[in-house]
């Protein structure tokens, strides 16, 4: 099955059922793939290489920045907090946020954070950002290494890329738990104001 020949098949037919009827291996969340997939390579989306890893977007000049972002939740499903930091390039701290985010599960909770320093990022106008996250599963989700099975997930999965796309360049990488220690405490302290 090429992805080439579902996408044709569904522009054709106009129909979902029709579609996964006509593929037998396809099934609602490989096509919400696929299409967010060919969504993002109509609009401009980071290519994604056969390693897995995004390419960042080269630009000319301007400011590049880090953002680290944390998601807890005690209990998975349970209270749950996010937390994000953002760095230039000589490691200085550009800002910081956390939030109480309820109950979630961890999966949520990081991709909560992420979209939280997605956010702070956008503020600053950075026209590159080197993303660091301590969350394999995210990053590989981000990547196209792993598929998003879970609706809930896919719903935020969309959402990050969404607001990847409003970047001019980004890297994704996964880093070490120590690595990542001041946005897992922010991520706590959200926990901890909160009551939880």
């Known amino acids: 099955m090429k992805r080439s020949d579902v996408l044709r098949f569904l522009a054709e037919s106009l129909s979902v059922p029709r579609t996964l009827d006509h593929f037998p291996g396809l099934d609602a969340d490989k096509l919400r793939e ?3 997939e060919a969504a993002g390579r109509v609009s401009g989306e980071v290519p994604v290489p056969e390693q897995g890893r995004p390419t960042p977007r080269r630009t000319a000049s301007g400011l590049r920045l880090t953002l ?11 209270p749950a907090g996010a937390g994000a930091v953002l760095k230039d390039e000589s490691g200085q701290v550009v800002a910081t946020a956390k939030r109480f985010l309820g109950r979630m599960t961890n999966n949520q909770a990081e991709y909560q954070a992420l979209l939280l320093g997605l956010d702070l990022a956008l503020k600053a106008r950075t026209s590159w950002l080197d993303i660091r996250l301590d969350s394999e599963l995210l990053v590989k989700q981000l990547s196209g290494q792993y598929r998003v099975k879970n609706t809930g997930l896919a719903i935020l999965h ?25 946005a897992d405490r922010l991520a706590n302290e959200a926990l901890d104001e909160a009551g939880d």
Not at 70 to 76: L, M, Q, V
Not at 177 to 182: D, S, T
């Open 158 to 182: 969309g959402r990050v890329k969404d607001k990847l796309n409003d970047l001019s360049a980004y890297d994704i990488l996964h880093i070490r738990r120590e690595l990542n220690a001041e």
């Open 68 to 78: 680290f972002t944390d998601g807890a939740s005690r209990g998975n499903p349970g």
């Open 34 to 36: 696929l299409l967010y």
